[in-house]
């Protein structure tokens, strides 16, 4: 299950999306997400679904590999439609004991199933599409304004690529010593709640341990390669925008009207 989580992990191979400019994917998948709250019909959500379609079609990034990464939000996304589907009121459409479900909150519970689908995917794929290091200088760039009101827009940036970055990385940790755990005896999968939550202590111990002597290894690392923060620093490959980039930007202003403008019709 850990392996599923594609949040953070970078897909190598050729496609014109990985080639856009960092702050077109990164501004696109804000106004994507954005667009998302927008919708009150489903039409607008079709439309989303086309969009989301195409784009992973362009990046060349296999679509089992997308569902693949939709495994680690199937219990958030049972619990977010048990919630919405039970607790909310309105005109009664099947009931049994003491539940109700409405037709309300039918309609939100597969509003948000969508919602939320659409929402992990079009983040995944920005950093699966993204290198961290492209990354860090996309949201730079874009946060520049900021360093008006002394916002560190370099550390900050920084420090968002390196948490991004991490997570792949303390995902496979994490397999490497439950494998080690359960090969001692470890029992992660049986009991009841409370078991399961005592035997995650050998777990999340070593684990800790392992990120703080990461992170220190990546400090000690910086600082030997004399890293003072992003003032006076250059960057080697210069972020430039081309031909393309404007292209994305134009495909994503026209997804983005139309698709609010349809989904807000009633």
Partial sequence: MLRDITLGQYYQ??????????????????????????????????????????VIRLSHVPFRFMVKGMKSILFLLLITVVFNLFLIPGTELVSFWKLTITVEGLRTAVTMAIRLTLLIVGSSLMTLTTTPNNLTDGLEKMMKPLKVFRVPVHEVAMIMSIALRFIPILLEETDRIMKAQMARGADFENGNLINRARALVPLLVPLFISAFRRANDLAMAMEARCYRGGEGRTKMKPLVYQRRDRLGYLCICVYLIGSIAVGRLV
């Fill in 13 to 54: 191979t050729e496609s014109l999306i990985h080639r856009l400019d960092p702050r077109v994917k990164l501004g696109g998948t804000v106004l994507y997400i954005v667009s998302l709250f927008f919708f009150r019909n489903f039409l607008g959500y079709g439309i989303a679904m086309l969009f989301l379609a195409a």
